[in-house]
């Protein structure tokens, strides 16, 4: 049965999200040790998590509806476990920054926890993928060329 849904999955699109995921959180990493700016490394972090949320969304072969951190999470909650804290401070950044709303969009400057907090949620959502999962759809995927 988890063959079955294994060969569900896109993996391309998984590699591709994930790889870029971690080449965002490694390079939001690398301006806050070179002393980027806050709002810099914010902004790098905050496409990582995305980028690992759609990751997540991908290994599942479960499709977004939108790329906002509600929707993702919406659906990334339908595959797996998140913890609820992980998953209310996820959701909470629509509603500090209200990026994706038509009547109240506003994009203030992040500040320093701000940054803090969304480098801390990619390292926890980091945690949530299943290296064997992982492996399993990178082997069947393997097979099936």
Do not use: W
Not at 39 to 59: G, M
């Amino acid at each position: 049965m988890i063959e079955q849904e294994i060969t569900d999955i896109d993996l391309e699109a998984f590699e591709t999200d994930y790889s870029d995921a971690n080449a965002y959180y490694h390079r939001a990493l690398q301006f806050l040790k070179e002393g980027t700016r806050f709002s810099l490394v914010f902004n790098i972090a905050s496409v990582a998590l995305e980028r690992y949320l759609l990751a997540l969304c991908d290994l599942y072969g479960k499709e977004p509806r939108n790329h906002n951190y509600m929707a993702l999470m919406q659906t990334v909650e339908t595959v797996i476990d998140v913890p609820a804290e992980l998953n209310k401070k996820i959701r909470f950044l629509d509603f500090i920054f209200g990026i994706c709303s038509i009547d109240e969009y506003r994009h203030p400057d992040p500040n320093e926890a701000d940054m803090e907090n969304v480098l801390y949620l990619c390292t926890e959502v980091q945690k949530l993928f299943d290296t064997s999962r992982i492996t399993t759809a990178r082997s069947v995927s393997e097979n099936l060329v």
